[in-house]
């Protein structure tokens, strides 16, 4: 009888044997599922701890070093202790990665991470945190995650693409050693463990000062643990296919594009892991918000307008493609394999976030209005939101 043997340490260092599931399903369905699953623990995981960059950049810069940084930074820390662990174990190898095999964009990732890090301040989240927002019941991201979608495949294959060729093409790296950092820096998978592990104690440090409960602190490492294992699924697909397919973690920006064009155009086109994805983190986030009774339809209002989460859909939707990934697929899946231009990435969405929030979210004071009291809010406006 044919058996699916799971988590089995074998001397080439698989621990994962899936052929038994190609054999029966394909590659194509077998990615889709493990995308479905790991999106399910994604968005769970993630809607109970609040992870949010948007929400990490904010206290960053406010100075706060609380909760919601604690949050990002040890989600973010856990997927590169454990990809850099399975990777010094031998569990895996992320060589023929995209983000370090082939040739990439300086000026795409460094300019396309700042858009993205201006658009995700003005509409209240990244791409991962719009969908999880979404089945939460907020139309304001649902409305923001479908104008990403459509930018995205814009700017993939479309009217912009042009656009961002042009910008990818100013200053570009080649593949292998020049776009890994830790081969630039002349250390391997042991030094990335042990940045890694820095960077989890100054998490640990930060949730302790900030005395946040068990979702917090599990619920952000679990977060980080999804990025990590969808390294590792897709590279058990690929070692046990019978056709090449491409290794690849997980990220929000090309799917959304993927999902966009199967609705409207290519309803057969082959499932994938980024396929199962979507569903999954949305269903996934659905749970927990009913889990934590969290579940509410909100609309637009106050000072947060329409136009302001158009544009900032917009940004980063052209961003996201011109970087090569979003807020998790660069900032943390490219990230947890030191890939040069994810880090780039990553800095200039913390830094663009920062200019968004200092020129929009936080305005000089301007004179209160005639007929006003000092330190009141004028009828019909709308107090401004804590970050």
């Known amino acids: 009888m044919n058996t699916i043997r799971i988590f089995a340490l074998a001397d080439n260092g698989v621990f994962m044997d899936v052929t038994a599931w190609i054999e029966r399903w394909g590659e194509p369905a077998v990615l889709a599922w493990g995308g479905l699953l790991l999106g ?12 949010c960059l948007r929400a990490a950049v904010i206290e ?15 989600a973010f820390s856990t997927a590169v202790v454990a990809v850099q662990a399975m990777v010094l174990l031998g569990w895996l190898d992320v060589s023929s990665a995209r983000q370090l095999a082939t040739r990439g964009s300086l000026s795409g990732a460094l300019i396309g991470g700042l858009l993205f890090g201006l658009g995700m301040v003005m509409t209240r989240g990244c791409a991962s945190r719009l969908l999880v927002l979404s089945a939460n019941g907020n139309l304001r991201a649902l409305l923001s995650g479908l104008i990403f979608a459509v930018t995205a495949q814009a700017s993939l294959g479309g009217v912009l693409a042009p656009w961002r060729e042009a910008v990818s093409a100013w200053w570009v790296v080649d593949g292998g050693p020049s776009r890994d950092l830790l081969a630039l820096l002349g250390g391997g998978p042991a030094l990335g463990l042990a940045l890694g592990l820095v960077w989890m104690a100054a998490a640990l440090y930060f949730a302790v000062r900030s005395g946040w409960g068990f979702w917090k602190w599990f619920g ?3 977060t980080g643990l999804m990025v990590a294992l969808a390294w590792a699924f897709s590279y058990q697909v690929m070692t046990h296919s019978f056709e090449p397919v491409q290794i690849q973690g997980m990220t929000f920006s090309g799917p959304s594009a993927e999902w966009l064009m199967r609705v409207l155009a290519e309803a057969d086109k082959p499932w994938s892991f980024g396929l199962g994805l979507m569903p999954g983190v ?5 749970a927990g918000a009913l889990v934590g009774r969290e579940w509410k339809l909100e609309g637009f209002g106050g000072a947060y307008t329409m136009p302001r989460y158009i544009v900032g ?18 900032g943390m899946t490219g990230g947890s394999i030191f890939a040069v231009t994810a880090w780039l990435t990553l800095v200039g969405m913390w830094v663009g976030g920062g200019i968004a929030d200092r020129l929009i979210d936080r305005p000089h004071p301007a004179a209160p209005a005639a007929g006003t009291v000092p330190g009141t809010v004028p009828t019909g406006v709308e107090p401004a939101r804590a970050p």
């Open 60 to 74: 960053f810069w406010h100075r706060r070093f609380g909760d919601k940084l604690a949050v990002w930074l040890l």
């Open 282 to 286: 949305f269903l996934g986030s659905l």
């Open 40 to 51: 399910l623990g994604f968005g769970f995981f993630g809607q109970r701890s609040k992870f």
């Open 220 to 222: 952000g490492a679990a």
């Open 313 to 330: 859909a917009i940004l980063m939707g052209f961003g996201s493609m011109l970087a090569g990934g979003c807020a998790v697929g660069a």
